[in-house]
């Protein structure tokens, strides 16, 4: 049940820019899908004496564990250094040393407090990437030394409808977040902007030694979140994609419907983001500035994932969709500033306007496996954990490239 990717050269933690692109174009690979359900995990439980004799196991124990993060006191912050423990482990939980944490913009919609009240002190971060270093008794797909990403849930009920079709995200029951959501024992979660956390092996997503845990941090939220509507919605050869807002979804998005076959076409309010938004596999790109006259795209477009946050102007982008065609948008603003859709822009051409959130485990798997297959990877900036508050002023600002990567060695 895994996965095999071989490549001519290893991934590695690099991050550097032109590492993603340069193994996007470059990379000769075959994939070798072992069985059915490409990515989804082996059996690697340790036997006993192997369980007994692990020297990880025997470091880190059973737990509880220490742990270390940034959290926010206050929506005003700043972070500042926390210390806490993470819970002893329970029969199906991993133990997790975490490498890195990408920064998503939702971090800062919790944060600055845009969707809800929210309990502080908070740490943020649901893009985790590390290695396991301990398990509990019946832990089936994991071993200390297996390579892990986490991104947004960390449980769910398990048996209701989406659940048991895979789509944890929207368990009818509620389902648990990394961060900021009421645990099982009633605390409240903390995400990865720490130095390791403990997660039921259920949640864990198992990272080919192709990717990078640097790059595979963002794939947990930013790739699966704009993959699983890319899927949903059909992209493909012969299709016409719009990608709205090239950041850390965005420019995601563009390099994953590329890898699909689609054409992009990406709507940018950066003008000094085109290159890049080519380089990333878009065709066509639009600056889309106040006053820009984009009446010559008119429906031209056979589906149109938004991801730009906060309210913006959706009757300048509707209009560029062909009849039938449907609007996803994933971008999230602030609760006090819905966005407005007139009431003649959807009718003129039959359009549809949708939502996705995130996706689920398998399908987590799945575009993980995707990106190692077609060798796609973040365009990441690391960064220690001191600058974060730098960070998110920076991905405000639209000046992110096109993902912060907290490096949590550096701790
Ligand atoms: P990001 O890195 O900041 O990228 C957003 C991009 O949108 C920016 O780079 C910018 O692109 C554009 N943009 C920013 N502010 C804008 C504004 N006021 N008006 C128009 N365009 C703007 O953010 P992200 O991490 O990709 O997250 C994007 C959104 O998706 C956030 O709201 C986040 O909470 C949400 N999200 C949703 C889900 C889900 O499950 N649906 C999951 C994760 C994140 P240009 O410079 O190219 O214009
Ligand atoms: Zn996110």
Not at 136 to 146: C, D, H, L, M, Q
Not at 302 to 326: C, Q, V
Not at 363 to 392: M, N, Y
């Given at each position: 049940?895994?996965t ?5 050269r290893?991934?590695?933690d ?7 692109d340069s193994?996007r174009r470059?990379?000769?690979k075959?994939?070798v ?9 082996g059996l690697?439980?340790?036997?006993p ?5 692990d020297?990880?196991k025997k ?6 564990y ?5 959290a ?6 700043p ?5 806490f423990?993470r819970?002893?482990?329970?029969p ?10 990408g ?5 800062i919609h919790h944060?600055?407090?845009?969707w809800?009240?929210e309990?502080?002190p908070?740490?943020t971060g649901?893009?985790l990437?590390?290695?396991v270093?301990a ?12 390579r892990?990403?986490?991104?947004c849930?960390?449980?769910?009920c398990?048996h209701?409808g989406?659940?048991?079709a895979?789509?944890e995200q929207?368990c009818e ?5 990394t961060?900021?959501s009421k645990?099982r024992?009633g ?7 720490s130095?390791f956390?403990v997660?039921?092996?259920?949640f864990v997503?198992d990272v080919?030694d192709v990717i ?15 993959y699983s ?5 059909s ?14 979804l965005?420019h995601m998005?563009?390099?994953i419907?590329a890898?699909m076959?689609?054409?992009?076409t ?5 003008s000094?983001k085109?290159?890049?938004a080519r380089r990333?596999?878009a065709?066509?790109v639009i600056v ?7 009446s010559?795209?008119k429906?031209?477009?056979d ?9 913006h102007?959706l ?18 603003g ?8 007139g009431p ?10 949708a939502s996705?959130?995130?996706g689920g485990i398998r399908?987590?798997q799945e ?11 973040p365009t990441?900036?690391?960064?220690s954990r001191e600058k974060i508050d730098d960070?998110?002023?920076k991905?405000?600002?639209?000046a992110?490239?096109?993902?912060f990567?907290?490096?949590?060695a550096a701790?």
């Amino acid at each position: 049940m895994r996965t095999k990717i071989e490549e001519q050269r290893p991934g590695n933690d690099s991050g550097a820019d032109d590492s993603a692109d340069s193994g996007r174009r470059g990379f000769i690979k075959t994939a070798v899908v072992a069985a059915a359900g490409a990515g989804a995990v082996g059996l690697l439980k340790p036997s006993p004496a192997e369980a007994a004799s692990d020297p990880a196991k025997k470091r880190y124990g059973d737990g509880p564990y220490a742990a270390e993060g940034v959290a926010l006191y206050s929506s005003a912050g700043p972070h500042k250094v926390m210390k806490f423990q993470r819970r002893a482990l329970g029969p199906k939980d991993v133990a997790i040393q975490l490498h890195y944490c990408g920064v998503c913009h939702s971090d800062i919609h919790h944060g600055r407090e845009h969707w809800r009240k929210e309990n502080f002190p908070l740490i943020t971060g649901h893009e985790l990437a590390g290695v396991v270093v301990a398990v509990g008794s019946s832990v089936s797909k994991f071993k200390p030394g297996s390579r892990v990403g986490v991104g947004c849930m960390v449980n769910s009920c398990r048996h209701c409808g989406p659940c048991e079709a895979g789509m944890e995200q929207y368990c009818e029951n509620g389902n648990v977040f990394t961060y900021a959501s009421k645990d099982r024992d009633g605390s409240m979660t903390q995400g990865g902007y720490s130095t390791f956390n403990v997660v039921d092996e259920d949640f864990v997503i198992d990272v080919p030694d192709v990717i990078g845990l640097a790059d595979a941090g963002p794939m947990m939220c930013a790739g699966i979140t704009v993959y699983s509507p890319l899927r949903r919605w059909s992209v493909g050869p012969g299709r016409k994609v719009g990608v709205v807002g090239l950041g850390g979804l965005g420019h995601m998005a563009v390099k994953i419907a590329a890898a699909m076959g689609a054409e992009v076409t990406v709507l940018t309010t950066s003008s000094a983001k085109v290159e890049d938004a080519r380089r990333f596999g878009a065709k066509t790109v639009i600056v889309n500035e106040p006053g820009a006259d984009l009446s010559k795209f008119k429906r031209s477009l056979d589906f149109i994932l938004d991801t730009a946050p906060y309210r913006h102007d959706l009757e300048r982008i509707i209009p560029l969709l062909k009849l039938d065609a449907t609007l996803c948008m994933v971008g999230a603003g602030k609760i006090v500033e819905p966005h407005q859709i007139g009431p003649f822009s959807l009718l003129r051409n039959r359009n549809a306007f949708a939502s996705s959130q995130i996706g689920g485990i398998r399908e987590t798997q799945e575009l993980v496996g995707f990106c190692a297959l077609h060798g796609i990877r973040p365009t990441i900036t690391k960064i220690s954990r001191e600058k974060i508050d730098d960070a998110w002023t920076k991905v405000v600002d639209k000046a992110a490239r096109y993902r912060f990567v907290i490096d949590l060695a550096a701790a």
